[in-house]
């Protein structure tokens, strides 16, 4: 299979062609620009591109499909791990307008800080108490083995 020029091709995009007619002392006198793909088949892509021109020609509309919207259902969410809590979950929100995604982007990020300096105080308050049983001893405390 030729990969520039069959049907199933990645490469079988249309090149814009532009010719040129000057004269000898470079005056432009005209310009014409058409597009051209590269096939092993010419007569396929003439009665396809004619067929094309005839619905242009005898008025069909031509109609161009839509994008369906992302759902929100919660059965379309991505985990980011199989063993992940529901905290880990992350799920896309459609938003119109960028003035509202603009918002509820400032509050997700708000969210994720505050949850950054609960774990950071946590973490903190962690470190300070002592291992396995045993208190920290304050300047005004003795030891009870004295």
């Known amino acids: 299979m030729c990969n520039s020029s069959c049907m199933g091709g990645m490469n079988r995009r249309p ?3 532009i010719l040129t007619l000057e004269t000898s002392d470079g005056q432009l006198l005209g310009r014409r620009c ?3 793909r590269v096939c092993a088949c010419p007569g396929r892509d003439r009665k396809t591109e004619e067929a094309n021109s005839a619905k242009l020609q005898t008025g069909a ?3 161009k499909k839509r994008k369906s919207a992302p759902s929100t259902d919660p059965d379309m969410c991505k985990r980011k791990s199989g063993s992940s809590t529901d ?43 002592p291992s396995s049983g045993k ?10 083995s004295d």
Do not use: C, H, W
């Not at 459609?94 to 946590?122: C, F, H, Q, S, W």
């Not at 208190?135 to 009870?144: G, N, P, Y």
């Open 87 to 129: 905290e880990e979950e992350v799920l896309m929100l459609p938003v119109k307008g960028r003035e509202r995604y603009n918002m509820l982007k400032k509050i997700n990020d708000a969210l994720e800080l505050a949850e950054k300096e609960a774990k950071n105080k946590t973490r903190a308050s962690k470190e300070l108490l």
């Open 61 to 63: 509309k031509q109609v």
């Open 34 to 36: 058409f597009e051209v």
């Open 135 to 144: 208190r920290v001893l304050q300047k005004a405390e003795r030891s009870d």
């Open 15 to 17: 090149i814009l062609t």
